[in-house]
């Protein structure tokens, strides 16, 4: 007889929503079972007594969990048979400051260049020099991360751990900076700056099959009319840029050096 996961997971649409994509990337790549509910952002109050989400509700501990960050740790440390950070104590730290620097932090990319996963903003983007620094920045983390992992796994002799992502396997820090990686691609910001290692780990995120089944599932929801957010339509139109859809078999290719 089958049984009611225990969690109810709760947010807007993800080929928008950056918080809850995050949390639904977690959930799938580590193929946690729950339910899901997703609702236009202007409804979230009709499911969330603070009117924000993503929300994750655990059935057994008659509980609501909000905050992607909180959602993720409260997964981590009640499904300890998976490695939702990285099993190695130092590489599990770096991991926990990537993600929360990505939490607090970026609040440039973030109101400047809106998550929008299918489309792509053509022509001449005004990038701000805070802009620019942000960018800088997450190039710096992704180098230093990949940088950081390799040589710790050589010390403790598990460089079969290393999968290409960030700390080796795919955790929680991935699933935190995905999003910020649509932006490189929607608004075609400058990878000019990014590492040999950072470019790989990019090439990883897009290509790998567990991810690739998410990209699916948000030109899915691209088909439903009541995912459209009409205020991400025309962004830059001042300046010229048109917009265009992504074809899903789209695929990442590093700039020449």
Known sequence: MATTPDYHFIGTYTRYSSWTARIELILSYFQIPHTKQFVPLEKAREVSSSGLVPLLKSNSLNI??????????????????????PRDPALRALARSAAAEMHSGFSTLRNTFHTNFITHYVGEI??????????????????????????????????????????????????????????????NLPLDGATPEALKWIETMWNDPEIKKMIHWYYQQAED??????????????????????????TFRAPEA
């Open 126 to 187: 005004p990038i701000s020099e805070a802009a620019r620094k942000e960018i800088a920045r997450a190039l710096a983390i992704w180098d230093s991360a990949r940088r950081a992992t390799v040589q710790r796994l050589k010390e403790i002799g598990e460089e079969e751990r290393d999968k290409g992502f960030l700390f080796g396997e795919f955790s929680i820090a991935d699933a935190f900076f995905w999003p910020v990686l649509w932006r490189f691609r929607s608004y």
């Open 225 to 250: 009319p009541e995912t459209h957010i009409a205020k991400y339509d025309g962004l830059f139109a001042e300046y010229g840029v048109k917009e265009e859809v992504f074809p899903e078999d789209w």
């Open 64 to 85: 609501a969990i909000a905050d992607s960050l909180a959602i993720a740790e409260f997964l981590a440390e009640d499904n300890q048979h998976l490695s939702l950070w």
